[in-house]
């Protein structure tokens, strides 16, 4: 109740204010205001009956328009009393919204009511002191999203959370959370990646204007993602999150020549493009391509021809099978020298189909190159089956014997055939019988005790040959050779 009593000839109309008491948060407007500064505003709690005290402080514009952040401190003007000040609660525009231990954020007008004091009821005086600044991350705005870089099979793309971010975005509840941006690209040798993590969200599109939501930490859309080289992916990271993108599929460990994996004859081998790099040019093969490296070699006694069979899969990633494939036979040596076979390819665009190989000879090593054009990669399998020559004597311990020649002067004709026959890699001092156009075979004959002098003649049209002597087809020693195709040796030494 108030009484109030004015003297005679001062009547007139007045105004009576009541304000709330300064140890209740309140928003009537009559809490003292704090200045930014150090032992600059110096208040007490004397007439508050819990010991503390609320105070106000308006956020300036001194420091930009947002990321600001306040530091709060009460300490004792050194006359002892009240012996230790505290700061007890911070809240922000009201008594509502409490940020205790986390002002920042703020914008310009923001006002924080600040409670302050004593509340073991020791009181006295003391300051409370204002540090306005500004703490400010790079990427919490969409726009100024951190890239990246790109996401490969070997390589992966990673993201956290930042404590000090003020973005002031909504998690996949809908809820407020104060989140980073990053964005990424994918390689074209990634055909399917994944998200792990928590706490992130995740769209895709050109820019911030225009992003369509792909899914949230979990999400079964974030696994097996279908790579496209021409999106960009952005990630939005929240709380104490983080976010790794990791390609399905790594470099297949048969990606070097070197690392050729090696075939056995009628045994399927499962394998895959995906993420393989690209090195040989054959069919519509270039170094933008993506190929992996296979061997075969012949343990047979005679020459071999070898069919290779492509045909579709999806073993190995459990995931796409490729577009297309074509294969290159190639040197054993890796330097990119094509093999010499009769028929020996490139096997072009071949996938659940075959080609051969011919006249690969004992123990010789080929490697074979399985390649994807860019965009067409990704699994399948391999079988190489091998077929023995019937041309027995296609290698000189096949060579057909045409017995003891006697030293009669008379010519004695032997049947040859060398139809189907195979190029010879032989050529230790006579003639080159490597060029693929040679169908060379082998013969041997013995002479008996009387013979001095030899002449041999063959009737096939265009023919060379040579003469060894020797024990076996390890110890040969050159005798003459006919590498004229002139189809004779005569006067050789016996």
């Known amino acids: 109740y108030i009484s109030m009593a004015l003297e005679n000839t001062h009547e007139g109309d007045f105004t009576i204010t009541v304000d709330e008491a300064e140890d209740v948060c309140h928003v009537s407007g009559s809490l003292e205001e704090m200045a930014e500064g150090n032992n600059v505003n110096l208040v007490d709690n004397f007439c508050s009956n819990s ?28 006359d002892g ?4 000040p505290q700061l007890y609660s911070v809240y922000k525009n009201g008594c509502s919204e409490d940020i205790t231990g986390d002002v920042r954020c703020l914008e310009p007008g923001d006002v924080l009511y600040i409670e302050s004091g004593d509340a073991t009821l020791d009181y006295g005086d003391y300051f409370i002191n204002i540090d306005q600044g500004v703490l400010d991350v790079a990427n919490d705005d969409c726009i100024d999203a951190e ?13 956290a959370a930042d404590a000090n971010a003020c973005g002031g975005e909504q998690d996949c509840t809908g809820a407020d959370v104060d989140g980073v941006w990053y964005h990424f690209v994918a390689s074209s040798a ?29 999400d079964a859309a974030l696994t097996d993602v279908l790579a496209d080289p021409t999106t960009i992916y952005w990630v939005m990271v929240y709380g104490s999150g983080s976010f790794t993108a990791t390609s399905d599929a790594g470099v297949p ?8 994996v090696a075939l056995v004859s009628g045994t399927a081998v499962e394998g895959s493009t995906f993420c393989a790099n690209g090195e040989l040019v054959y069919c519509t093969l270039d170094a933008t391509s993506h190929e992996v490296y296979y061997s075969y070699t012949n343990n047979n006694a005679n020459t071999i021809d070898l069919n290779v069979a492509i045909a579709s899969s ?31 390819g490139p096997g072009c665009n071949i996938l659940d189909n075959s080609f051969d190989i011919g006249c ?30 019937s041309v027995v004597n296609d290698v000189c311990a096949g060579a057909g014997d045409f017995g003891e ?35 060379s075979v082998w013969y041997m004959f013995s002479t008996d005790a009387n013979a001095e002098i030899a002449d041999i003649v063959t009737d096939l049209a265009d023919a060379s040959f040579a003469l060894y002597t020797g024990p076996d087809c390890d110890n040969l020693a050159f005798v003459g050779g006919s590498c004229s195709t002139s189809g004779s040796l005569t006067g050789l030494t016996v």
Do not use: K
């Not at 009393?81 to 230790?84: A, K, R």
């Not at 990634?190 to 992130?200: A, I, L, M, Q, W």
């Open 51 to 78: 010991g503390t005290v609320w105070t106000t402080y308006t956020v300036t514009n001194a420091d930009g328009p947002d990321h600001i952040t306040v530091d709060i401190s009460v300490v004792d003007d050194l």
């Open 81 to 84: 009393t009240p012996g230790s």
């Open 147 to 159: 890239d990246r870089g790109t996401l490969t099979c070997s390589a992966t793309v990673t993201g």
């Open 190 to 218: 990634v055909n399917t990646f994944d998200f792990t993590g928590s706490e992130f969200r995740v769209w895709t599109g050109p820019d911030c204007a225009t992003l369509t939501e792909l899914g949230c930490a979990g």
């Open 253 to 260: 460990a048969n990606d070097l020549c070197a690392d050729a």
């Open 314 to 344: 999806t073993a190995t990633n459990n995931t796409t099978s490729a577009v297309q494939i074509s294969v290159a036979a190639y040197v054993s040596d890796c330097s990119g020298a094509p093999f010499n076979g009769i028929a020996s």
């Open 360 to 389: 690969i000879d004992p123990g010789e090593t080929i490697i074979l190159a399985v390649g994807s054009i860019e965009g067409e990669e990704g699994d399948f399998s391999i079988t190489a089956t091998e077929t023995v020559t």
């Open 405 to 439: 020649i006697a030293s009669s002067c008379q010519q004695v004709d032997n049947q040859g055939e060398n139809t189907g026959a195979c190029s010879d890699n032989f050529n230790d001092g006579g003639c080159d019988f490597n060029d693929n156009a040679m169908s």
